[in-house]
Nanobody
């Protein structure tokens, strides 16, 4: 059973930065996809950033390109994945979740993560 724990959320003013962390345990495969999603009240859950554990391929939603960066710490026993968020806007306000699962190439990396394991979420609030 994969267990994911997000942290790093908080309240910031527009233009500020936050770094979210997703610590994981229970992975059974080194080939996995990890993705960050967000959901604001009254809106659908949106895929923000995705990465494959064995490569440099990353994906970003158009709304965050150039401002957010997903990365992983390969030396970390908790396989921590980070989401660096810069130039934050009020529209970035949402609950942020990380999701992950083994990747078999049968679907997109983001969809593989979406259909896998989820953390409990961390709230990000950006004020104008």
């Amino acid at each position: 059973q994969v267990h994911l724990v997000e942290s790093g959320g908080g309240s910031v003013q527009a233009g500020g930065s936050l770094r979210l962390s997703c610590a994981a345990s229970g992975y059974t495969s080194s080939r996995r996809c990890v993705a960050w999603f967000r959901q604001a009240p009254g809106k659908e859950r949106e895929g923000v950033a995705t990465m494959y554990s064995r490569g440099a391929d990353t994906y970003y939603a158009d709304s965050v390109k150039g401002r957010f960066a997903i990365s992983q710490d390969n030396a970390d026993a908790e396989n921590t994945v980070y989401l660096e968020m810069n130039s934050l806007k009020p529209d970035d306000t949402a609950m942020y979740y990380c999701a992950a699962d083994s990747f078999y190439g049968l679907d997109t990396c983001q969809q593989s993560a979406r259909s896998g394991y989820w953390g409990q979420g961390t709230q990000v609030t950006v004020s104008s």
